[in-house]
């Protein structure tokens, strides 16, 4: 079905983390180029994907879903003009996906090309958002990363190495810490198995040579890889978070602001627009806060474990939270995710019409920030088609 255009362009401009434009980034590829576009397929190579996230309405602390969306524009020299999706959940994304990709042709290369396709589609979809060091990561995690083009990643060497170094200090301060209360052991033979062992918990492969590691932090075998991910997706997020915080802050002073926020030809609207105006910013304001204390929760939680095993030996709220950060890194990359954009949106507007907008700039800004937050479920439907 044909997409909402409104919606469409907000969605589009959100940011790489919830909108990742395979097709524009495709288009700077040259055709010789060793490695290439991301897909084999034409017609996804054509295409973009859209994180859908969908909060509890209760409990601040909970993401009840992330939906994956992949959009086809019906024209490539204007995206904004619309087009078609697909769900990845739904009942008959498969049979919908190779339709329109034609890889549901007999040719063993179109099966071959199909194959190969889905690994970096799976890639996708199990992210909660598209956060470039999270794809880079994830993409080396899987040994995917020699088929993805750097172009893709988006991050520069430097960042990669400024994020990663901080997130590696704290992983191998912790293994150190772990080697230590496990007995005596000398120090290069210490240091032999630490870099080895954040070596393998920096890939998040397989615990193949860190069996007795993993068990004294009471997670299964199986679990492991994931759980070890998203302790390494933390600590970036971690990062990610005091980096953008002091920008954060005057934000939120703008939103908390009844003067700043408000409509500066206030006076002069209607009355159903004034309560508009003002459902909105007490929804966003309620959002706005929910999310950043989830944000906070997760982080203070993760530090607060961390230091406990790392300067009082006391290891059991590191493995507590070690146990379910699969589910604690979901939750603070759409919530961090969100604030961010909602940010990057506002200092847009701000810079564009000034720190105290008219009706419509505010009506608009209040639109686009709802849809991040979530305040507009019909977003999401208006992207979905039927299989």
Not at 202 to 213: M, N, Q, R, S, Y
Not at 357 to 366: D, I, P
Request: glycine content about 4%.
């Amino acid at each position: 079905m044909p997409m909402d255009r409104n919606a469409l362009s907000k969605v589009i401009n959100t940011g790489r983390s919830t909108a990742f434009n395979v097709y524009e980034i495709g288009s700077r590829i040259s055709a010789d180029d060793p490695v290439g576009k991301l897909f084999r397929n034409k017609t996804l190579n054509e295409g973009m994907f859209f994180k859908v996230m969908e909060r509890n309405a209760t409990q601040y602390s909970t993401v009840s879903t992330v939906q994956t969306l992949l959009y086809f524009p019906y024209n490539l020299a204007n995206i904004y003009e619309g087009g078609d999706s697909i769900l990845f959940d739904d009942p008959g994304f498969n049979k919908t996906l190779r339709v329109r990709t034609g890889a549901d042709s007999k040719s063993e290369e179109s099966q071959v090309d199909y194959v190969m396709d889905l690994e970096i589609l799976e890639m996708i979809y199990s992210l909660p958002t598209l956060d470039p060091f999270l794809l880079k990561c994830k993409s080396e995690q899987l040994d995917l990363d020699d088929r993805i083009h750097p172009f893709y990643f988006n991050i520069s060497e430097e960042d990669w190495k400024r994020i990663r170094s901080p997130i590696r200090t704290k992983i191998r301060t912790l293994v150190r810490r772990a080697f230590v209360s496990g007995g005596k052991i000398s120090v290069d033979k210490m240091e032999q198995h630490v870099s080895r062992f954040l070596a393998k918990i920096w890939e998040a492969k397989d615990i193949e040579g860190i069996e007795d590691f993993v068990r004294s932090m009471d997670i299964s075998e199986d679990r492991a890889p994931e759980l070890f991910f998203a302790w390494k997706a933390i600590c970036y997020y971690q990062v990610q978070f005091e980096d953008y915080l002091p920008q954060m802050k005057e934000f939120y002073a703008w939103l908390g602001d009844d003067k700043m926020a408000m409509p500066s030809d206030w006076a002069r609207l209607m009355p159903e627009d004034r309560d508009r105006i003002e459902y909105s910013l007490l929804g966003l304001r309620d959002k706005v806060r929910d999310t950043y204390r989830s944000i906070r929760f997760v982080l203070t939680n993760y530090e607060q474990s961390y230091r406990a095993f790392i300067e009082m030996n006391q290891p059991r709220a590191f493995k507590d939270f070690l146990s379910k950060a699969d589910e604690d890194y979901t939750n603070i990359a759409t919530c961090l995710s969100a604030n961010i954009h909602a940010l990057n949106t506002w200092q847009k507007m701000t810079d564009t019409y000034g720190e105290q907008m008219r009706h419509e700039q505010v009506s608009e800004l209040f639109e686009t920030l709802s849809m991040l937050f979530d305040m507009q479920r019909p977003v999401a439907s208006n992207l979905r088609v039927s299989a």
